[in-house]
């Protein structure tokens, strides 16, 4: 037990070591480099070490960008007006599709669909028989059935809905309109 717990200490410091020490992917070289010494006149020049050993200087602010180090390369942006790529996919279209308005021995009919794209996400009865207490309840069946964003018109992606029993003229009627709906959408 005693092992393996010191092997996994060990791995933990050697990792945070070799993190440490070879520094971030986007640091610098020359802030890995040792401070400069001031010059007499002023100005900033490399260390003694480097020069009495024949080192190669750092490059400076003021060296042209084409003797650079590749790391002054990795401090180069791009502009910032530049449009940034997306890996969305763009928005589908939303739009409303209204049917004819059918009639039926009970009323009227006009069924309406909301597309997103080609997909019928929403079906709304705009007028549905409302006269009698009996053909408002029939209505509301037919309307509870097909309607809505849960339907059966937004399952089946179609006119093919079953019919409502006692509510057989409104049901059909609302098809009509609902497949000439579909119609003008294509």
Do not use: F
Not at 32 to 56: C, H, M, N, W
Not at 154 to 162: F, I, M, T
């Amino acid at each position: 037990m005693r092992r393996a717990l010191l092997a996994i200490t060990g791995l933990a410091a050697g990792t945070t070591a070799l993190v440490v020490l070879k520094g971030s992917p986007g640091a610098s070289q020359a802030a890995q480099d040792p401070p400069a010494a001031a010059s007499p006149s002023g100005g900033v020049t490399p260390s003694a070490d480097r020069a009495t050993l024949g080192a190669k200087p750092r490059a400076s602010a003021t060296t042209p960008a084409a003797t650079r180090t590749p790391t002054a390369r990795a401090t180069t942006a791009r502009p910032t007006s530049a449009p940034r790529a997306t890996t969305a996919a763009p928005r589908a279209t939303t739009r409303r599709v209204t049917g004819p308005v059918v009639e039926n021995e009970y009323g009227n009919v006009q069924v309406q669909i909301v597309l997103s794209g080609t997909r019928i996400v929403d079906a709304v009865a705009l007028e549905l028989p409302q006269e009698t207490a009996q053909s408002d309840r029939r209505s509301d069946q037919v309307d509870g059935r097909y309607s809505g964003t849960s339907g059966q018109v937004v399952q089946r992606q179609s006119a093919d809905l079953d019919t409502v029993s006692g509510a057989t003229a409104t049901s059909e009627s609302y098809r009509r309109s609902l497949q000439a709906a579909i119609d003008r959408a294509r």
